[in-house]
């Protein structure tokens, strides 16, 4: 489930790069995600609702790769 916002953050990502659906913009997005720079595991406290699409909230975040 997304928010009114990410889902509007997502929209204006397919519409800035004339991407032919929702579901295009999305697939674009994981790639960058999944070819973007390495990160350690989330941090012990963290939950799924904590990840959200525009910030991460509660605390959460991901323990720096050494």
């Known amino acids: 489930?997304?928010?009114?916002?990410?889902l509007?953050?997502?929209d204006d990502?397919?519409?800035m790069f004339r991407l032919?659906?929702?579901a295009a913009a999305i697939r674009e997005l994981l790639k960058r995600g999944l070819e973007a720079h390495d990160t350690?595991?989330?941090s012990a406290n963290s939950r799924s609702?904590?990840?959200g699409?525009?910030?991460?909230h509660n605390g959460s975040s991901f323990e720096?790769?050494?």
């Open 1 to 6: 489930m997304l928010s009114h916002e990410e």
């Open 53 to 56: 699409v525009l910030k991460i």
């Open 13 to 15: 990502f397919r519409f």
């Open 40 to 42: 350690g595991p989330a």
């Open 20 to 22: 032919p659906s929702r």
């Open 64 to 66: 720096t790769k050494e």
């Open 8 to 10: 509007k953050a997502i």
């Open 49 to 51: 609702k904590d990840f």
